[in-house]
Each structure stands twice: as C-alpha cells, then as structure tokens.
C-alpha cells in the first residue's frame, strides 16, 4: 500500500501546469524567462492570472498527495512521505526528463493539509528573515526550516528526517536564490 501511495505521488508531481498554459499559449515556458516550470515564472511570462492559476493546481497536488495518504494510512510519517515525494515528482520530473519546478507551490499545499499550524513558524521566520537579508525568495525558502523544530516539538525521528529532507529540497532547488551576501555576483 505505501509502494503504491508513494509512486501515485511521484506520478502527481509529474503534471506541469506551467508546461500546460505555456502550449495554450503557443510558447514553451522551459525557453521563457528563467526557464523553470513554476509559478513564478509563469507569471513574469504570461502576468498575474497564469501565476494564481499554476500557483494553486502545484499547491493542489501537494494537498491532494497528503490528502490520499491520510486517508488510505493516517500516519503522519506517511503522509510527510507522500509531501516529500510529490515534491520530488514536480522538481524531478521523469516523464519531462528530471527538468521540473522548484517545489514551493507543491511544499504549501501540502503543508496546509498536513499541518496547517506550521506555517505561522514559517511566517514567523520569514518576518525576522527578509528585514536582514531583504529578499524574498530567500527569506522564505530558509524559513521553512521552522517545520524541523516543529517535527522535532511534536513527533519521532522518522517524521523529523522526512521534514528535514523536505527543507534540505527546497534549499537545494533554490540554491541560486539563496545568496545572500550584499555586493558579491556569483557565478551559477
């Protein structure tokens, strides 16, 4: 039973939208913008309504994945799995040759229904983060790591190193955001 959650899940992580709206509008958005398949380039490409429209079908699969894990198992450290490998889908696409998105609209939803409280931490982080480092990207990114403390607060250590590589993929697919110091340009 868990074999056949975590393939559903990765298989869910493999549907693009942002592949999907880039046809619809005769473009392909891997050649567009930053290249990447996710929300927020789909709206730097195509504007406001195609981010909120990505946005919410990657932050949907996520839910959907913890959804079905809870209701066919009910474990937390089951339905961490589930999140932890439809992120993976949507960031490692096999069937769109491992070329995905980042992971973050997938890494919401999930979280909204797994634990819908965690995300004050995170906000909570965010807000003492991007007034020190002001950006964006990067204050929210390393703010997830606020869901270890909480895993840690309330679970075992198999839901604590499920968290943990949930955040370890969210800092590795956003490594490029994530440099921080003032007055340096890196080379990617």
Sequence with gaps: MVFLLILTSYILGNF???????RRKGMTILAEGSGNPG?????RVFGKRAFLCVFLLDAGKGALAVFIAFLLDGRPV?????????????????????????GAATFIGGLLVFHPIWILPI????????PAIKKFTAASVLATIAIVPCSIWLYDEKETLIALSIVGLLLWTHRADLHISKGRNYKR
């Design 78 to 102: 089951i339905e961490l799995l589930a999140l932890a490998v439809v992120m993976l889908g949507h960031c490692y696409p096999i069937v769109h040759r491992f070329n995905g998105g980042k």
């Design 39 to 43: 929300a927020r380039n789909v709206g």
């Design 123 to 130: 906000l909570l982080g965010f807000v003492v983060l991007y």
């Design 16 to 22: 693009l939208p942002a592949l999907q709206i880039g």
